[in-house]
């Protein structure tokens, strides 16, 4: 199984977002921010809830995994436009299922 950043680059990829771990435009990255090039979008795991072991037939439990996105531009308004471009991307994946396996889900939540 996958970590979910590993998963939602690959998505990102799919859709043109950017290409992963390059030094071209719009590099897509995991757990480390590289310091160029200047738009950079980054892929974090973070914390989340403990697994659900009712909903898993395993000793592993159900893992509801959660992620963060950064976006570095050459301007603010750059990066924004960036971010809209991933929200229509993430935002129409809603609750999936990461590597194909049932063990694993990220559900797609905006922070305030």
């Known amino acids: 199984m996958n ?7 690959d998505k990102l990829i799919a859709n043109g977002i950017g290409s992963f ?9 995991i757990g480390t921010e590289p310091s ?3 738009r950079t ?9 403990k697994p659900d072991y009712h909903m898993q037939a395993s000793t592993r439990g159900l893992m509801r995994s ?3 996105v950064r976006v570095r531009g050459k301007s603010y308004l750059d ?9 229509d991307v993430i935002g129409h994946l809603g609750r999936f299922v990461v590597a ?13």
Do not use: H, L, R
Request: hydrophobic share 30%.
């Open 3 to 9: 970590p979910v950043t590993v998963d939602v680059k």
């Open 100 to 112: 194909g396996d049932s063990a694993s889900e990220a559900d797609v939540e905006y922070g305030d």
């Open 21 to 29: 771990a390059t030094s071209s435009d719009w590099c897509i990255n």
């Open 66 to 68: 959660q992620f963060q």
């Open 41 to 49: 979008i980054t892929v974090y795991d973070v914390g989340g809830p």
């Open 36 to 38: 160029t090039p200047d």
């Open 79 to 87: 990066a924004y436009n960036k971010i809209e471009q991933i929200i």
